[in-house]
């Protein structure tokens, strides 16, 4: 099994950044794929980012690219989501997913751990 934890969330004014992590434990060896998803009031958990094992292949939403960044350091078994020119509509529950596939993967049900989710909350 393995556990995840993310950290740094919080409330923003819009334009300003954020940056998440997700602490890995346990079983991490299994986790080639990390990806980050967030889920809003009243609607689905749609995928933000993901980011294969060696870091050199990432995959993003559009209505982030160019503003978000997802990162990993296996060594620390953390995976980063850098959040810049934030907006209101980026506010949601950020939840960290780790996944058994070796490849980039952008639908919840390919993720096979899950995180409790943080607060992001970016005021206008």
């Known amino acids: 099994q393995v556990q995840l934890v993310e950290s740094g969330g919080g409330l923003v004014q819009a334009g300003g950044s954020l940056r998440l992590s997700c602490a890995a434990s346990?079983?991490?060896?299994?986790?080639?794929?990390m990806g980050w998803f967030r889920q809003a009031p009243g609607k689905e958990r749609d995928f933000v980012a993901a980011?294969?094992?060696?870091?050199?292949?990432?995959y993003y939403t559009d209505s982030v690219k160019g503003r978000f960044t997802i990162s990993r350091d296996n060594a620390k078994n953390t995976v980063y989501l850098q959040m810049n020119s934030l907006k209101p509509e980026d506010t949601a529950v950020y939840y960290c997913?780790?996944?058994?596939?070796?490849?980039?993967?952008?639908?919840?049900?390919?993720?096979?751990?899950w995180g409790q989710g943080t607060q992001v909350t970016v005021s206008s």
């Open positions: 997913a780790g996944s058994r596939n070796y490849r980039v993967v952008v639908t919840a049900t390919a993720y096979d751990y």
């Open positions: 346990g079983r991490t060896g299994s986790t080639y794929v």
């Open positions: 980011i294969n094992w060696s870091g050199g292949s990432t």
